[in-house]
């Protein structure tokens, strides 16, 4: 994963926590090299259906 404002590599994860019965994982990350701040969710793709998936895409405005 890359930073979205440098590009760099070099990051570490601030917080973690699970959502949505845990199926869904969402993690502050932190740039080592510029220090921006940003957020990533993690899906298991194997708990939704294709329905589901495209749906959860569209609520985070990535569809």
């Known amino acids: 994963m890359r930073c979205p ?3 760099s590599s070099n990051h570490r994860v601030e917080v973690s926590r699970p959502s949505m019965n845990d199926h869904v994982i969402y993690r502050y990350r932190q740039c080592k090299d510029c220090h921006r701040r940003w ?3 993690e899906v298991l793709l194997d708990y ?3 329905d589901a998936y495209k749906q959860l895409l569209i609520d985070f405005g990535e569809w």
């Open 39 to 41: 957020g990533t969710y």
């Open 48 to 50: 939704f259906d294709k």
């Open 5 to 7: 404002q440098c590009g």
